[in-house]
Nanobody
Framework: QAQLVESGGGSVQAGGSLRLSCAGS????????VGWFRQVPGKEREFVAA????????SYADSVKGRFTISRDNAKNTVYLQMNSLKPEDTAVYYC????????????????WGQGTQVTVSS
């Protein structure tokens, strides 16, 4: 069964850093793009970043450009999201998604989703 497991969430002060990890089974990651999304209660799920299998294609939401870095280690079936200079508005549940043929901000293109990890940034 395809499975994605996020980890690394927590509470930090503004300006701090966190690194999220997304561990997947071989089937979920094999030759597929992986993305990170986030969601605040009452709002739609928001695209954060995505990376292709080859890591050649990477995209970011404008709100996180220059602060967040997505990377992947295909040998470990793991994708990372390094988050620096965190702001209170980054507070959300962060979800990992896989199974899209190419990096995209469209959450409907991803077949597999993790359960999410909470990130809380205090001012």
């Amino acid at each position: 069964q395809a499975q994605l497991v996020e980890s690394g969430g927590g509470s930090v002060q503004a300006g701090g850093s966190l690194r999220l990890s997304c561990a997947g089974s071989g089937r979920t990651f094999s030759s597929n793009a992986v993305g990170w999304f986030r969601q605040v209660p009452g709002k739609e799920r928001e695209f954060v970043a995505a990376i292709s299998w080859s890591t050649i294609t990477i995209s970011y939401a404008d709100s996180v450009k220059g602060r967040f870095t997505i990377s992947r280690d295909n040998a470990k079936n793991t994708v990372y999201l390094q988050m620096n200079s965190l702001k209170p508005e980054d507070t959300a549940v962060y979800y990992c998604a896989a199974g899209a043929p190419a990096p995209t901000s469209l959450y409907g293109e991803y077949k597999y989703w993790g359960q999410g990890t909470q990130v809380t940034v205090s001012s």
